[in-house]
Structures are given as C-alpha cells and as structure tokens.
C-alpha cells in the first residue's frame, strides 16, 4: 500500500536547510574540521541517495551517518501533542520505575561509541528522549563522543541547560535544540504543562543565558541554539510572537508542522505492517491527533511573516519541516495524510540508526514496532546490515512507503 503522490517528480526529496542557517554557523563549524566533514559527507550522501541506493538493491546502507539515542522515556512535561506522554501516547500507564530500570546504561553506551570508531564510522550523535536531560550521565556521553570526533547534538525541553551549560560549551556541544511552543510563559506553559508544576518557560529563558554567555567566554561559538515550535492550534496564531521574542536569543528556529495521523490511516497501517512483516504494531496509535487549523490561509500568512522578517540583514534564519509553499499544501497536509509533497523514499533508514532507552534498534525514529536487535547484546556496527534491518530497507524500497510514514520526521524531516 503506497502513498497517493504529489506532482512533484523529485523522488528522493528530503528536508533542506536554508542558506541562511547555513551561513550562520558557517564560521563556529569551520574552526572544527572534523564537524564540517561530518556535515558535508551527510547532505553529499543525501544528494547522491537515488544512485547510491536504488530500489532494487539489496537494502545495505553505507557508513552509519547518525545514531539517534533517544536516552530515556522519563519526561517531566506532558505536552498534548507527544506521541510518547500525550492525550494518546503510547507510555502513558507505563511505570516508570521499570522504563528507568530498563535504560542503556552510560558505560555500555561509551562501549558502543568507541566500537563505531573502530569499526570506521564517526556518526553525528543526536540525544533526545523523553528528556535527555533527566539521562544519567548525558554530560559524560556529549564529552566521550566529541572525543572521538563524534559531534554531538540535544533535543531538549529546557530542563537543567542551565547548570550544565559551561560542560556543554566546553566540550563543545556542536547543536541545542530547545522545544518552544510560546511567546511568553502563559502560553508555552500551557502548552508543555510540567508533571510536577515547575515553570518551564523560566527554565528554557535561564539555559539560553547562560550557554550564551559560556559560549562568548568559550569564543567557540557552539553549541549553534535552535528553538524547535510544533504548530499547533494554540500557537499558530503567535508563530511571528514566537519569533520576536526569542530572536536575540538562538540562532536560527526551527518550526514543524506536527506530525499526527488519523485514525483510518493507522488502521490502514496495521493491516500493511502486518502484511510485510507479520505482526500488528501498536507505537503509532501514539501519534493520532485531529487538529486542522480552521483557517489555513491564516497559518500560511503567519509561516510567510516569519519567512519574510527572517530574511532582515542579520536575522535568525528559519526552517519550516516540511517546506510548504501554499495555504492550499497547508490545507491538504492535515486533511490527506496519503499526500507525501514528494517525499516518497526514506532516506533516514540508510543514513540514521534509531536506539530505543531500552536498547532496541530500530530503523523508524517515530513508529519503531520493527525491531532488529538490541544494543546491550550487539554493537551498533553489528546490528546495522544485518538481515533484518536489510529487509525492511528493502520493503519500503521496493513496496513504497507504509500508510503512517507520510507524516514522519524520518522522512520530511531528517
């Protein structure tokens, strides 16, 4: 079952990053050779995915160009859009002693970064969670990867970027991403209501600071700060709010429109899921939503206003995932999630291995059922051409995509 395609003939399209984010990070990156060849070997391999990966191959992939750890499953927040704790996610009623229990632990994760090394591959490390910050140990992991000459970025809500923020400068960190949904507290805090009533947008305001100010007395100008918003119905109205507020504080913004799925569509995933590989998957029920903006040409004007004031001299560039050009694209991508816009092969498969807390690789960041072993038992290197993670490359080379992936990260946003 694949995906009703858009006109567009591009079949490997991906998520493309401005110029303007390119030339705002230009100058800290190139200081660190070892980044940029990082940087430019991943979009090299993007450019060149249709011929280096054709769909009749056999479904191995190349050097491993990121792992994505996503740490731990605890969050202190629970924002309604979170496929993991939200209104539908998939680990609500878990407990959470036992997700703790059953975490990765540091040293075994250091094991599995210096076999990469060995083995010839120096991915980019990216860590998110749950909160990756709540991770034991997560200052050691960004200090052993940047030693290995591994760049490493975070995925964060916030939480206690403050206190570590000289570590973060000093090792460098290379990318924070910090999760922004409002303007000002009232609303960011409603939107990512914490579990035990903290302030978040407090925290999020004291991290900025003070990696700023360690970055200038570092004078390496990294970590990069991008605020990452998911549009939704509450923020939609405020995404130029957002960007006024925050603009002398990051350096560029990221603004996703939110991945969700409706519920024929998960329904037409079971039975294709269970088709190729034999069994009903559960995880991207976490993901169904139904949130449409009422007016779409309104959100169109708001997305364009931001573009418009990021083009000033000087300015925080902007990235819209995935990149739509019309109130009629913004009206069809919540309406029809059989729409791809073009983006009809999964490239993040072949370049990104997903780690679950618990240690289960998968090659799918958002619905990962599909499984192909775990990283206390086998090594990253081990597990990455094996025959499982090769047939499900395979499957969605040659069959086409699964009804959920057109509203994935891994694939219109990676």
């Known amino acids: ?53 054709p769909p009749r191959a056999d479904g191995r992939a190349g050097r491993i160009r990121q792992v994505s750890l996503r740490l731990t499953d605890l969050c ?127 925290a999020i305001e004291a991290g900025l600071e003070a990696v700023r100010q360690a970055r200038f007395r570092g004078k390496g100008g990294l970590p990069l700060i991008a605020s990452l918003t998911t549009i939704s119905r509450e923020n939609a109205p405020h995404l130029l709010d957002i960007y006024e507020a925050f603009s002398g504080r990051v350096d560029m913004f990221v603004f996703y429109l939110a991945w969700w799925i409706d519920e024929p569509r998960a329904a037409a995933h079971d039975r294709d899921f269970e088709r190729r590989f034999g069994f009903v998957p559960r995880r991207h029920r976490g993901w169904i939503g139904g949130w449409k903006p009422d007016r779409p040409e309104e959100l169109h004007r708001q997305i364009q206003a931001v573009l418009g004031r990021s083009r000033r001299r000087g300015a925080p560039p902007v990235v819209l995932i995935p990149r739509l050009k019309t109130a009629e694209d913004l009206r069809r991508y919540y309406a029809d999630h059989a729409c791809d816009f073009g983006f009809r092969r999964c490239l993040s498969i072949y370049h990104a291995l997903e780690v679950n807390s618990n240690g289960d690789v998968s090659p799918c960041r958002d619905y990962h059922d599909y499984v192909v072993g775990n990283a206390k038992e086998k090594t990253f290197a081990e597990l990455w051409n094996d025959e499982r993670y090769r047939r499900f490359r395979r499957s969605l080379a040659q069959d086409g995509l699964m009804p959920v992936c057109t509203r994935c990260c891994g694939l219109m946003g990676y």
């Open 1 to 53: 079952m694949t995906s009703v395609q858009a006109t567009e003939s591009d079949t490997t399209r991906s998520s493309r990053i401005g110029s303007g984010a390119i030339w705002r990070g230009l100058l800290p990156v190139l200081r660190r050779p070892w980044i940029a060849a990082r940087l430019v070997s991943l979009q090299l391999e993007k450019h060149f995915f249709a011929w280096r990966y």
């Open 76 to 202: 202190n927040l629970r924002c309604a859009t979170c496929g993991q704790w939200g209104e539908q996610g998939y680990l609500r009623g878990r407990d959470l002693k036992a997700l703790k229990s059953a975490e990765v632990t540091p040293a075994r994760h250091l094991e599995l970064f210096r076999d990469l090394a060995e083995h010839g591959h120096r991915p980019i490390v990216y860590l998110w969670g749950g909160e990756p910050m709540l991770y034991d140990g997560v200052l050691d992991l960004v200090d052993s990867a940047t030693r290995l000459r591994m760049p490493v970025a975070i995925a964060t809500n916030g939480t206690r970027v403050a206190e570590a923020a000289e570590r973060l400068a000093r090792a460098p960190l290379f990318l924070l991403q910090v999760s922004i949904d409002g303007h000002c507290a009232e609303l960011h805090n409603r939107l990512r209501p914490s579990a035990a009533g903290a302030d978040n947008f407090k």
